[in-house]
């Protein structure tokens, strides 16, 4: 595979193709696997991302957002949660100058991921309770940047997907509060209409700006929002952190 860029540099999914790729209605692919397969074939993201050497569309996501707010710096140290398969740690890593040797960028999937140069990967779920103690051994000290790409898996009842990834939101929420350093950034993956009560509360209480963005590789018609809290203000003694 082709290595990324080292910075990434974003411009946009640009030059998309002039000539759509068209499947054939009698392909014998059901309607909503060929329009899938269309939108794939078609889309300027998936194609950059295969020539730029990323593993994953999603890559463009942490690139753009990353642009615009500069959360990531050289010689800082990144979590990545739900990692696979891994387009954000090739950012990540290569953003951070992270070295191959002694890496400070480091992902957890349940879902096994190949290497990537600059980054320490652990193949677990980080609901398992041990989760947050073998991160943080991992990476030898407090982040700056706490990126949490987690989504649960589809089971086809928006609703209860919905839920399930806000879950997973909060839990990366309470985690990056509880580690960060003073002046870290926590990026999530949401929905939109999710990050509300709770959840946005603890967050303004514990960064100086909270708010949502939407990368132009995250596609109009997904519910998919990010949330970016900037700027943790460190940890009180003794106030309570939790999102209950
Ligand atoms: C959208 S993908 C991440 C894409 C990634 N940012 C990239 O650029 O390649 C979401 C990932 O979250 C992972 N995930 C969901 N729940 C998880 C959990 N409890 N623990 C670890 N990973 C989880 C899934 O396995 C999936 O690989």
């Known amino acids: 595979m082709k290595k990324p ?24 692919l059901k309607n909503s696997s060929r329009r899938w397969l269309e939108r794939h074939l078609n ?3 998936v194609h950059r991302s295969k020539a730029e050497g990323y593993r994953s569309r999603a890559a463009f996501k942490l690139i753009e957002i990353d642009d615009k707010h500069k959360l990531l710096k050289p010689g800082q140290r990144v979590i990545d949660l739900g990692a696979a398969p891994g387009g954000w740690l090739q950012v990540a890593a290569a953003r951070v100058k992270s070295p ?14 190949d290497p990537v140069p600059g980054s320490t990967i652990l193949e677990m779920d980080f609901l398992d309770e041990g989760a947050p103690a073998r ?4 990476l030898g000290g407090a982040p700056d940047l706490v990126l949490s790409d987690m989504a649960a898996p589809t089971t086809g009842h928006r609703r209860t997907d919905h839920i399930r990834t806000m879950h997973l939101c909060e839990v990366a929420a309470d985690f990056a509060i509880s580690v960060l350093k003073p002046g870290g950034h926590f990026l999530a993956k949401t929905f939109q209409g999710g990050t509300e009560g709770g959840l ?42 939790s999102t209950e």
Do not use: C
């Open 5 to 28: 860029g080292k910075s990434g540099a974003s411009q946009g999914a640009g030059g998309a193709r002039a000539l759509k790729t068209r499947i054939k209605k009698k392909s014998g």
């Open 43 to 45: 889309d300027p993201y």
């Open 100 to 113: 191959e040797d002694a890496p400070t960028v480091v992902g957890i999937d349940y879902l096994g991921v």
């Open 135 to 138: 991160l943080m051994e991992a």
């Open 200 to 241: 946005l509360d603890l967050l303004k209480r514990n960064f100086r700006t909270v708010h949502h963005v939407k990368p132009p590789a995250s596609r109009d018609e997904s519910v998919e929002l990010y949330i970016l809290a900037k700027d943790f203000k460190g940890k009180p003694d003794g106030d309570d952190q």
